[in-house]
């Protein structure tokens, strides 16, 4: 099964971008990334998934390297309410969803 | 718009007791998962059912089991309650016909184990 790894903690400036790295060198080629995250002890978000080609949403833009070793979340302008930890992650044969360490991101105003 | 219920959300007991928790689904949502967080640490997966069918096993350990009924909500039974059980246990929930890639978490039970 796909690991992943993720820095343990960043902060970024109120307002700006904050952009997120993902490393899955292991994913296979049929498979999803997905990043959740977790604020506080509360139920993990959904926040966006892809397989090859960028994607966007309401909530973020996610950037997949060519090669799919890697990813970047892109939280385009970082609110307060955005500090949480941010998971990456990889999807098992079945319905298996693994998380990986995550990023603790910090807001700062 | 109805989201996944999980009860009870807090939960207290004895070293060697028995728990139950449970996991009521979204509404026409088919699969379910369990998570297990420990205190400072990230949710690790531990059993996904469809269709009432366990679908995958992960890191649940023997003293646990968990069922998924005709009514699509789940329990998940903890035997022999050791110190190191005390978590926060997540249950999600999806639609496989559907799958947005999204899996709808409830807001845990958290599990102390004295």
């Known amino acids: 099964d796909a690991k992943t790894t993720q820095p343990p903690s960043m902060d970024c400036a109120e307002g700006r971008a904050a952009n997120l790295p993902c490393n899955h060198s292991t994913i296979s080629g049929n498979e999803y990334v997905y990043w959740y995250r977790q604020i506080h002890s509360q139920g993990p978000q959904y926040i966006i998934h892809?397989?090859?080609n960028n994607e966007t949403n309401e909530m973020a833009s996610l950037i997949i390297t060519e090669d799919r070793k890697s990813s970047t979340l892109i939280l385009p302008h970082a609110t307060l309410r955005d500090t949480a930890v941010y998971y990456c992650?990889?999807?098992?044969?079945?319905?298996?969803?693994?998380f990986g360490t995550g990023t603790s991101l910090t807001v700062i105003p | 718009a109805a989201g996944v219920i999980q009860s009870p959300r807090h939960l207290i007991k004895e070293k060697r007791e028995t728990a139950t928790l449970k996991c009521y689904p979204i509404p026409r949502h088919d699969t379910v998962y369990w998570y297990q967080q420990g205190p400072g640490q990230d949710p690790q997966f531990l059993i996904s059912?469809?269709?009432?069918?366990?679908?995958d096993k992960g890191s649940i350990p023997d003293r646990f089991s968990a069922q998924q009924f005709s009514d699509y909500h789940s329990e998940l039974n903890m035997s022999s309650l050791e110190l190191g059980d005390s978590a926060l246990y997540f249950c999600?929930?999806?639609?496989?016909?559907?799958?947005?890639?999204?899996?709808?978490f409830g807001e845990g039970s958290r599990l102390t184990v004295l």
């Open positions: 992650l990889s999807r098992g044969t079945g319905n298996q969803f693994y």
């Open positions: 892809g397989l090859k």
């Open positions: 059912f469809y269709e009432k069918m366990q679908s």
């Open positions: 999600a929930s999806s639609d496989r016909d559907s799958w947005t890639g999204e899996l709808f």
